[in-house]
Structure formats: C-alpha cells, structure tokens
C-alpha cells in the first residue's frame, strides 16, 4: 500500500468499548476508522458506496453475525482485506476462513498482534 495514502478501516463489533478499544489502536498509525455495531450495517456501509482497505469482523453480533456479513461482502466482490477478530474458540476459524477472511485472531488482540497482521498486509511498512 503506498505509503500517502490513507488506509481506511471499518470496524465491525456490537460491543462499543471494543470499538473504542480496536479505534485507538489504529489511529496511531494515522488510518481513517469507521464503525458499524453489526454485519448489516457493515453490509451497508458498501451498499452506500463507502469503500475500505481493511476491516476487522467480529463474529457474534445481533442479526448478521460476521461469518455471514464476510460471505456476503466477498459475494458482493469486497476485496478489503478481512481480519476475524473473536471471542468464539477456534472452531470459528474454519467458518470465517471459508466465508472469505483472510485472517482470524482471538480476543483479546493486542497492539503488538494487530501491528504483526498489518505489516503482513501492506498496511504499515
């Protein structure tokens, strides 16, 4: 990712201290942060025409949980980056993986996991 150019973030997690939690961590490295409380409203968001580099998905959430909001993004051709973010134990991972994230971390993520994942991504040099 070139480095002028601002990396917009759509965090998507019904619990608003985590929000605030994952928000502060990423502006740190300067991106552009957005937030939606559930996987329809991360639906949405593109639906609108917003458009991101990244996003971090939790999985339970009321309504669209975030295994179907990720299936329904890849189907809509979303190429953002994806990063499964939840508490669910690990057998989570197959079900986020095959809806198409590209990553999946536990809670609780730490500021030193996040940086590791978006130093893979492109994201931070």
Known sequence: MASSQVVKVLIV????VTRRIYRTMLLRFGFEI??????K???NQFLTGN??????MDNDMPGMNGVEATRTLRGMGILAKIIAITADDANSRG???????D??????????????ILKAFNFLN
Request: net charge negative; glycine share 8%.
């Open 103 to 116: 990553e999946f971390l536990l809670k609780p993520v730490n500021f030193t996991m996040l940086t590791v």
């Open 13 to 16: 997690d019904d619990d608003v």
């Open 34 to 39: 957005t937030e939606a409380g559930d996987g």
């Open 41 to 43: 409203s991360a639906v």
């Open 95 to 101: 079900a986020f993986l095959d809806a198409g994230a």
């Open 51 to 56: 458009e991101y580099d990244l996003i971090l």
